[in-house]
């Protein structure tokens, strides 16, 4: 509705104000006159304050860029407030959204300010909020403008960076930037060890305490500053289980995310530089980038993935990453493609860790249940999956927060210095 009309309150006061007044004349009962009075005192205020302002009514929002459990707050724009009483303000449902008052309902009188509504998302990914009904009531609740609904805005939301932190360095870092030591002997600050003089040795890296108690002469080698090639692979085929946002269970594609997204904000503060790839139908890939922005685009990234029904074929699962890159490899490895593919780039001699983020599952109260018997098998094929890559020397680990990748990278850096012999 665009214009004032009369309140079902006012209908009824005003029919009862005729009603009574024409019963006191026609039956001449002075009762009536009594009875009738509050209604017409009602009737006669009603009409008199019928507002003669044509309002506008828009709606906007504090943010439109959030990360999981943050908030914003919805806010009402009435440019002509003339005559206006009170606002309502009512807020369809959004999936994965609370919202503040609990069931989007608001209203206050115009003397004490527009009411707004608070929107908290629950979960990350692409959400509309602000889809509501809103009513300006005249005084005396005589006239009532609207309901009008209002369009919805759209909020992107972006997976919570859980707390992590690794004190392991990365196996085979390759740049000129991060923290971590290269393991390639270079003209750093980082001391490596002592070895004799070689032709070519710079003079000034002449070690003279050691040569004059060898006879011989010694240099010191160096290890270079560098950062390290880091890339995100996420299996966003599938989204198994029902998730509850933060504050209930996570689905598989939950903890894919969130794992993804703390890892490329552990790394970018770091220094390094990092890539990702979504394995999906429509899936994305981000080059390797490091700063600030490039985190905001990679959690962007994270926060479009939408699981389809569509599979992918085998001969697009690219999964191939540049020399002395570390590979990390979300996924409840239940795609036997992305398995193959994973296995393939292990035996290329890429550093790669696969994250098992299938979570705990309940199989259900009945063991014998058929989809209890269909869990089982799919987790017994599930295992020896991940037994056939651990044969291959690439480790599994289920996501655990802080430290769960500290053991794993350590082993992976001690592998990277042993000396590798190659076939000609």
């Known amino acids: 509705m665009t214009s004032w009309r009369p309140t079902p309150s006012l209908v009824r006061a005003c029919l009862l104000a005729l009603g009574g007044l024409a019963g006191a004349v026609v039956l001449g009962l002075d009762a009536l006159v009594v009875l009738a009075a509050p209604f017409v005192v009602l009737a006669l205020m009603g009409l008199a304050g019928r507002p003669r302002s044509t309002p506008t009514l828009t709606t906007r929002i504090d943010h439109h860029r959030l990360h999981e459990g ?57 959400r509309a909020i602000g889809a509501e009904r809103v009513a300006l009531t005249s005084a005396w609740a005589g006239w009532r403008w609207g309901p009008l609904d209002m369009p919805e805005h759209g909020l992107s ?31 750093g600050t980082e001391f490596e060890g002592i070895r004799q003089f070689a032709t070519g040795d710079r003079l000034k890296r002449i070690t003279w305490p050691v040569s004059l108690r060898t006879g011989e002469l010694h240099v010191i ?37 969130r794992a993804a997204a703390a890892l490329a904000e552990h790394h970018v503060r770091t220094g390094d530089r990092v890539g990702l790839l979504v394995v999906a139908a429509d899936g994305a890939r981000v080059r390797l980038g490091s700063g600030q922005r490039h985190l905001q685009q990679l959690l962007g990234t994270l926060a479009r993935i939408r699981t389809e029904a569509r599979t992918v074929p085998p001969e697009r699962l ?16 239940l795609f036997t493609p992305l398995v193959t593919a994973t296995a393939s780039l292990q035996r290329s001699g890429a550093s790669v860790v696969v994250i098992d983020t299938l979570g705990e599952r309940d199989l259900g109260a009945d063991p014998l249940a058929l989809p209890a018997l269909a869990a089982r098998m799919q987790t017994i094929e599930r295992d020896d ?31 990277s210095r042993v000396p590798t012999v190659r076939r000609g």
């Not at 959004?94 to 998302?121: C, E, I, K, N, R």
């Not at 999956?385 to 680990?397: F, I, Q, S, T, Y």
């Open 318 to 333: 690219d999964l191939a990453a540049g020399s002395g890159s570390v590979v990390y490899v979300l996924s409840p490895m």
């Open 157 to 187: 939301v972006l997976p919570q960076t859980a707390p992590y932190d690794s004190r392991a360095e990365v196996p085979q870092p390759d740049g000129l930037v991060g923290r971590h030591r290269s393991r390639r002997l270079g003209s």
């Open 385 to 415: 999956r991940l037994d056939r890559l651990a044969d291959l020397g690439c480790p599994v680990v289920p996501w655990r927060g802080p430290g769960t990748l500290d053991t794993v990278l350590q082993q992976l850096a001690r592998r």
């Open 221 to 257: 080698t160096t290890r270079a500053e560098q950062d390290a090639g880091v890339w995100l692979v996420v299996d966003g085929l599938r989204d198994i289980g029902v998730s509850g946002g933060i504050d209930g269970a996570a689905s598989t594609l939950d903890l894919s995310v």
């Open 70 to 126: 943050q908030g914003t707050t919805s806010r009402l724009v009435v440019d002509d407030l003339a005559g206006v009483e009170h606002v309502t303000r009512v807020a369809a449902p959004a999936t994965h959204v609370a919202t503040q008052p609990t069931y989007g309902a608001s209203g206050s009188l115009a003397a004490d300010g527009l009411p707004t509504v608070d929107f908290s998302p629950r979960r990350w990914g692409r």
